[in-house]
């Protein structure tokens, strides 16, 4: 099937996330879709796949033009896409899954949908059993299903929105081997939209970038990865220069020993670290690796089920996290609205709220503290407008100023997450200024090269095992991407 | 923020009010009444006279009482649909202070008042358990403990505390003389203490919201109880405190129901009256905005007021006003989305329009 | 068995057949993620109507059809301003018990205490004949047979069809449902409607047969709230919601049978609260805190069945609103 798309344009308020983008893809090809975080190439797929409509532009199916409004128009057409959290139903089992959507009458005719389910599985090697609940599969394999489920109801262009996150490297060898066989053999599209370079080395025949919502460029592959990188960032990275930072002598901020934490998806088992203050501690991995446990348990937000958590010498375990705020420990979570602000009140009842410690509120005083302090943190709002009204980086940077001004421990989930590069560089500044004071940082990102600029010391997480990077300076972020994807040869266990 | 034309603005604030009122005269005329009738009823029922103006008063207290309790449960994002119960139980625990306790009048009142207070806080802080500690939503425990009290409130009127003459289910004796507040007048039977209670409450209350910490809390648990959680605000803490004050608050008003309905103060069954729904829908109305709260419990304690009078008068039944209330907060709350819609609309458009 | 228990179990199931037909409406209303909290007001109005217009057309029939008619109005008021409006579907529906009742009370003020006609118990023939289970369940009104229709009905819908695939998917997750196809605010619409049309029927399975007629104050009051309860105790599930509600009725019709037993201590007037504790030691069952402090106690090997026995997850996009692109 041949796909070609003309002239797409996408916004998002102000944001131009597809800028004129004309891409053709033929059948019987594995197209790797790369570019950084926010370059447009999920919004690309999300238009091509029905799931979001275009601003303008157009599509066309073998030479014809279509124009659906909606996921399921898209599949008729033969499109579809594997979203990067599968879609599907927690409370189905397989079966009931991979029957709702396709065509039929009023019975669910259990039986042939059952045969057809385990004909397309053992063409792949998937192990899908019919009965068990959705909630009860890993993430691989409820990718498994949607792929089956999609393959079932005629698919002849698959796409696939970072499949490679959070499955094990064992399901990524089947995937990658019936991703090929679905284009050698049944003459399919497959498109793969990554920012995992060694997934797009290993698997694809040809590259489409992205960058800043404008095609860059495509190329057939094989491509180095500096090559790749080169078309990703514009030019290569060059690479980080840091201060050596002196940490003889630094008092302890944060203690854990032998912790295990229970998760949902997985499990982090026996874990020791010992953060100094001023030190810096990034957590890499891919989302549900076990980070962002680890983050929450050093807040008291997770309980452990073994082990000890000692902020400042003193053993917090179990205790509540307003235990650990009180001890100097400042969390900052990934989804600012939903864990961090409160929609509905001012700037000033922020402030307040965090800085405001008597029974009663002087808000004369907390409207010229705020003023001071949305000038100090850069934020762009009035202390009456209401917290929603910010823009992401402005939500951030007044997250900045609820945190106490000289923490000891500060745990970030993503603290640059979603925002634009200068807001990204003022945040540091602000997060570097406060090491420089002694405050011990840990905090968790999706971005390797952030993670390789700022940290002393990095800790991969992968499945819930966890290994040490001791000196960040020296890591690359090839290097750095291997271990994420389950590489550990050579790395140390911590 | 958009500005939209007065006259637009004016009109949608008053657009439900007329509707409400067409659709109580349809209904009125569909019972065979005179809607101009029923209103004139209604008016001179609550004003005619100043044992008229007693009564209004008198539901206007217990109905402000609930209403500045509800302010502060919903500020805290609560639905304390238990308030009826626990107007029932400030009025059980006052009624056995009125009737045991021997001390002279502004002692007793004041015992009262405390046991009130005691009594409903009680029964809203095992709502409050319910909800924060076991998971029961505070809804479904309202309701249950609102028919428990009410169980209590008939088992205690039919048995134990059942007047010496007989076995009826009517009341419990008439309370001692020193158990009643003194009125300000033989034919205006309101007692100037229990309007600066209730005076003094809403002023508490306004100023606790606006000025304290608390009240801060509170607002920051209601809207976001995750992220107030993570801000610092014990948000359990929070909540069993929202409770705890609505349900002091609708204690007071149950004693007032059963000081001030009746011509001899004593407890009767269904003390309640629907006063604490009657506040829910208040404070919808007024989208939890505490200083309208003493405007609108006026206008609604008129409608109550009077409506007493339309079964005797016209032999239409008082629930009239019930159902007049009822449909004004409806009208309202679907007019509050139909005005959300057309500014989305006018949003969009104007994306549109810089485009 | 018996002749006394027979007609006790008799009455229990007739007794829980306006809980059991308003908690399944529910259900089928909560499965597709809406909230429907007018129940208790939508139950009493309904009945008022049902017994109003069966009298004035001398039809039960027509009767039924005027409550249902009732009922799926009311839930769609509720889910035109939680849906369309985008408002609290709690505030909708609260608002909207309080005033169905006033509106029953004031609308049907010169109807109370007067006979009207009623639906009669129909044995169905052959099976009424079966021992014990015949006379307990097959010599009842056919509101007691439309229920039992309604209960297996609604598992077969939901589990066992296509459209139920979609009508789950809808309450679960929404995103999913329109990824594949299924038009979720409209379902919505549908089965909020469908669910208070049987919250209707109850309503007339009321006033024209198991409490036949009308007063002031209305004899069901409070059912509405109960009915709510039972499917949260019930888990959104048709059989479990069934059980729930003869266990309320069958704790009832006991009460009513201690009440007439000689020398019994037991006030009567506290009778009256069984069903309101019951309510609130059936939430605390299924409600995951007390769950997890009961389980702990246990030994071992019963913690993992109960924790699953009596876990209920609510649809888990339940009261929330979706808004396709």
Not at chain 1, 88 to 96: C, G, M, P, R, S
Not at chain 1, 450 to 472: C, M, N, Q, W
Not at chain 2, 159 to 174: A, C, K, L
Not at chain 3, 105 to 112: A, I
Request: include cysteine; hydrophobic fraction near 50%; charged fraction near 15%.
């Amino acid at each position: 099937m041949d796909i070609e798309l003309r002239h797409i344009h996408k916004h998002f308020g102000p944001v131009h996330a597809n800028n004129d983008i004309s891409l053709s893809f033929r059948g019987g090809r594995i197209v790797g879709i790369l570019g950084e975080n926010g370059a447009g190439k999920s919004t690309l797929m999300k238009i091509l796949s029905g799931f979001q409509p275009m601003d303008g532009g157009e599509i066309y199916i073998n030479g014809a033009r279509v124009d659906y409004t909606g996921p399921q128009a898209a599949i008729r057409c033969g499109v579809g896409m594997l979203q990067q959290d599968p879609l599907d139903v927690a409370a189905f089992t397989v079966l009931e899954n991979f029957i709702y959507g396709q065509a039929g009458g009023l019975a669910l005719k259990r039986r042939e949908g059952r045969a057809r389910l385990e004909q397309i599985c053992s063409r792949f090697g998937f192990s899908l059993d019919a009965e068990t609940p959705i909630a009860q599969l890993s993430i691989g394999q409820r990718q498994q299903l949607e792929i089956v489920r999609l393959l079932s109801q005629g698919v002849k262009t698959l796409i696939l929105d970072e499949p490679t996150t959070g499955i094990s490297a064992e399901q990524k060898t089947i995937l990658f081997n019936a991703l090929r066989d679905l284009a050698a053999r049944d003459g399919m599209s497959i498109l793969l939209v990554s920012h995992k370079l060694e997934d797009v080395i290993a698997l694809c025949d040809e590259v489409a970038v992205l960058r800043g919502g404008r095609l860059v460029g495509t190329r057939d592959m094989p491509a180095t990865t500096s090559e790749l990188v080169a078309m990703m960032f514009g030019q290569e990275l060059p690479p980080q220069t840091r201060q050596p930072l002196n940490l003889e002598g630094a008092e302890t901020a944060l203690v854990l020993e032998n912790l295990t934490l229970r998760g949902k998806r997985v499990t982090v088992e026996n874990l020791s670290l010992r953060v100094r203050a001023g030190e810096i501690v990034g957590l890499a991995g891919l989302d549900g690796s076990g980070q962002e446990m680890l983050l929450r348990a050093c807040v008291g937000l997770i309980k452990p089920a073994h082990g000890r958590v000692m902020i400042g010498g003193e053993n917090l375990t179990g205790a509540p996290y307003r235990a650990f705020l009180a001890r100097g420990v400042a969390f900052g979570a990934a989804g600012r609205l939903e864990e961090g602000l409160v929609a509905g009140l001012s700037l000033t009842e922020h402030i307040a709220l965090a800085h405001e410690t008597g029974a009663l509120v002087d808000w004369p005083r907390a409207r010229r503290h705020t003023e001071e302090q949305l000038r100090h943190y850069n934020v762009r709002g009035r202390p009456e407008s209401r917290v929603e009204t910010l823009s992401g980086g402005n939500q951030q940077r007044l997250l900045m100023a609820l945190m106490p001004p000289r923490p000891l421990l500060m745990a970030l989930e993503q603290p640059t997450r979603g925002l634009d590069v200068d807001s990204s560089r003022w945040i540091w500044q602000q997060l570097l200024a406060r090491r420089a004071n002694g405050t011990a940082i840990l905090f968790s990102s999706a971005e390797l090269d952030e993670l390789v600029a700022y940290s002393d010391r990095i800790l991969v997480f992968y499945a819930g095992r966890v290994f040490e990077i001791p000196d960040a300076s020296r890591a690359s972020i090839d290097e750095l991407g291997r271990l994420i994807g389950g590489h550990f040869d050579g790395a140390s266990e911590a | 923020m958009k500005t939209r034309s007065l006259p637009l603005q004016i009109g949608l604030f008053i657009a439900p009010v007329i509707l409400a009122l067409a659709l109580a005269a349809l209904l009125v005329l569909a019972v065979g009444a005179d809607p101009l009738a029923v209103l004139q009823t209604i008016w001179e029922g609550a004003t005619r006279d100043s044992r008229a103006l007693g009564q209004m008063v008198n539901f206007w207290m217990p109905l402000t009482l609930v209403s500045i309790g509800l302010i502060v449960t919903f500020t805290a994002g609560l639905w304390n649909i238990g308030v009826e119960g626990q107007m029932v139980m400030g009025a059980v625990f006052a009624t056995w202070g009125a009737l045991t306790l021997d001390l002279p009048q502004p002692l007793l009142v004041a015992a009262e008042i405390a046991l009130a207070m005691l009594g409903g806080a009680l029964w809203a802080a095992l709502v409050g358990v319910l909800k924060t500690r076991l998971g029961v939503h505070e809804i479904f425990g309202g309701v249950a403990l609102n028919a428990l009290s009410n169980v209590l409130l008939i088992y205690l009127i039919s048995g134990p505390w059942q007047p010496p003459e007989g076995g009826s289910v009517r009341g419990t004796p008439p309370f001692p003389d020193a158990a009643i507040p003194s009125f300000l007048s033989d034919t205006f039977k309101v007692s100037l203490v229990a309007v600066l209670v209730v005076v003094a409450a809403l002023v508490a209350v306004v100023l606790a919201l606006r000025g304290t910490r608390w009240g801060l809390e509170l607002k920051a648990t209601g809207k976001n109880a995750r992220s107030a959680l993570l801000l610092g605000v014990p948000t359990r803490r929070a909540a069993m405190s929202a409770f705890i004050v609505c349900g002091a608050l609708a204690g007071i008003a149950g004693l007032y129901r059963v000081l001030f309905t009746f011509v001899s103060a004593s407890l009767r069954p269904g003390v309640s009256g629907g006063i604490g729904f009657l506040g829910v829908l208040v404070v919808l109305l007024i989208a939890v905005r505490p200083v309208w709260v003493p405007f609108v419990t006026l206008i609604f304690a008129i409608v109550l007021g009077g409506s007493a009078r339309l079964q005797i008068a016209l032999g239409v039944d008082s629930s009239l006003a019930g159902v007049l209330q009822g449909s004004l907060v409806l009208i309202v709350l679907l007019f509050n989305g139909l005005r959300g819609r057309l500014a989305a609309r006018e949003e969009t458009s104007e994306v549109t329009a810089h485009e | 068995m018996n002749e006394e228990l027979i007609r006790t179990l008799n009455s229990i199931v007739a007794n829980a057949t306006p809980l059991v037909i308003a908690s399944i409406g529910e259900t089928v209303t909560e499965r597709a993620g809406v909230v429907n909290l007018s129940l208790d007001g939508s139950i009493i109005l309904s009945a008022m109507v049902g017994f109003v217009a069966a009298l004035a057309s001398g039809s039960p029939v027509v009767g039924v059809l005027a409550a249902m008619l009732v009922g799926g109005l009311m839930a769609l008021i509720v889910a035109f301003g939680g849906i369309t409006l985008r408002q609290d579907q709690v505030a909708v529906g609260f608002v909207l018990t309080l005033l169905a009742a006033n509106l029953a009370q004031f609308l049907g003020q010169n109807y109370t205490r007067i006979p009207g006609p009623q639906i009669l118990n129909t044995p169905l023939p052959v099976v009424e004949q079966i021992p014990v289970i015949g006379p307990v369940f097959f010599r009842q009104s056919i509101f007691v047979y439309i229920s039992y229709v309604l209960v297996f009905g609604l598992w077969y819908w939901l589990f066992r069809t296509r459209p139920g695939l979609a009508h789950r998917a809808v309450g679960e997750r929404p995103a999913t449902a329109f990824a594949r196809g299924t038009r979720v605010n409209v379902l919505r619409y549908v089965y909020t409607g469908v669910g208070g049309a049987l919250v209707g029927l109850a309503g007339a399975a009321y006033s024209l047969n198991v409490k036949a007629g009308w007063s002031t104050p209305p004899s069901m009051a409070g059912d509405g709230w109960i009915a709510l309860a039972i499917v949260i105790f019930g888990g959104w599930h048709p059989f479990r919601v069934v059980l729930g509600a003869y266990l309320f009725a069958g704790l009832r019709v006991l009460a009513n049978v201690i009440q007439r037993t000689p020398d019994v201590s037991i006030p009567v007037v506290l009778l009256n609260g069984v069903p309101w504790a019951l309510m609130i030691i059936t939430l605390l069952l299924v409600s995951s805190g007390a769950i997890e402090r009961l389980v702990r106690v246990l030994p071992r090997p019963a913690q993992k069945w109960t924790r699953n026995f009596l876990r209920s997850d609510p649809p888990a996009a339940l009261g929330t609103r979706f808004e396709p692109e």
